[in-house]
């Protein structure tokens, strides 16, 4: 029997979708611990391009050689105890591909243990949700380079589209490069997620608009520059109704946010790279506070919120919203492509970032029409920050008036922002050419001797402080 051309182990919603997705070009062999789930699988979806085994080692002999193998399991230890239980199976040379959401410390450190022993590991993020699996995600691949090009024809046969038509698909680079850009998209995602749900959030306690009239201005939203999958999905869930038919299901659900923790990862990873993520890790925040469902019912009922009074008219709300959602996005862009290029730097990667944004346009859940105005921005300034491109300052400036007018109102109301505030403030401050900190580094002289720089002499000083105290110049 002809062997087929990879095989993938892990059949839960993503697993089945993606190896449905492959069998369409390409024979898959398909594994899953436990066996019934195989069974019912092939079952269901039996195709002469898909081979089930319910025997690790039949599994792994029914792949041709040099295998590929892709691991599609809950991530973190299952995925490094499927891989003790398939090395002793394979032969060196081999590749072990990672399709999950695993953290790329991990990818990092099994690219290395098997490349010690002699074999390949891929690990390559894969967004797009369970549709997205099935018919076509954006692919993060990272992993050795030599192998890269046999793996292209499968890759580039499952992935979505970019809006061009080319493939969501680009190698990343080595060591982990790829689940690193996909921890930043996931992050990129809890950012916008948070955003849209402040602007709801607004419409409904502001303006006492209810889910439906909300649908019909993200409608239009969505015929505008904020076009997107994430506004697409928002329409039909702002207008179920329950069981019932005449109540909105989103009144009925709980407001408690869960996560997965890729954003936390990625907020972790900007501490360490010391770069400024404000709106994503705001992101964070705000699913734990939405966690502390029973400490806010105490302390509503201890302060009184002022009853929101916009002055603005709904009409001219719903223009300056579409701004400042906008523009944050931009801002939450501009933060998160700060991080690929500081870890870049770091970890050796020579990130393209127009390439990346061309990924994201298609199959992904973060793919929106933004996405294109940055790739073309990227194109044209490879190696610029967001914020220094002419066409990005200018969609900003042409923006910002409004961003300022609809944060402003939102927080004298009483509205939390966790991310459009946070993203203006970032904005703020890094198009301020003087700010603050000489305050505090004058306060951590006065009580530790850090010692300051000054922008009228060379040298570093420290002064004592009181009145009539020496300045003097210590280096
Ligand atoms: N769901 C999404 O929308 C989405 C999107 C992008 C990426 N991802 C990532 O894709 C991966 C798969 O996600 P998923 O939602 O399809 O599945 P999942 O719920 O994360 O994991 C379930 C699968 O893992 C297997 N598994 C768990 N522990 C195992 C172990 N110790 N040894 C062997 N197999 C083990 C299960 O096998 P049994 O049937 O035997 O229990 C099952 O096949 C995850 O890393 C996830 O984060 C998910």
Redesign the pocket.
Known sequence: MEKSSIGL????????NIARNISRNHKISVY???AS?TEDFLKEYESNMLVGETDLKAFVDSVASPRKIAI????G???D??IEGLLPLLDKGDTILD????NYHDVIRREKELADKGFNFFGCG?????EG?LNGPSMMPGGNKAVWEDLRPIFESICAEDFDGGKCVTYLGENGAGLYVKMVHNGIEYGVMQMMAEAYETLTHAYGLNPGEIADIFEKYQTGKLQSYLFEISIPILRKKDESGKDFLLDKILDKAGQ?GTGRWTALDSLDQGVALSVITEAVFARTVSSMKDKREVFSKLYDKPKPNFETPLEDFIVELEDALYAGMLVSYAQGFLLLKSAAEDKGWDFDYAEISRIWEGGCIIRAKILSTLHTAFGKNPQADLLEIPEIAKDLSDSLPNFRKVVGECMSNGMPLFCLSSALTSFEAMTNARGSANFIQGQRDFFGAHTFLRTDKEGVWHADWHEGGAITKVK
């Open positions: 182990i892990g059949l839960a919603v993503m697993g089945q899953n611990r436990t789930v599609m399991v809950k991530a230890k299952p995925v105890m499927v399709f999950g959401n695993s894969v967004s797009g949700g369970e699996a997965k």
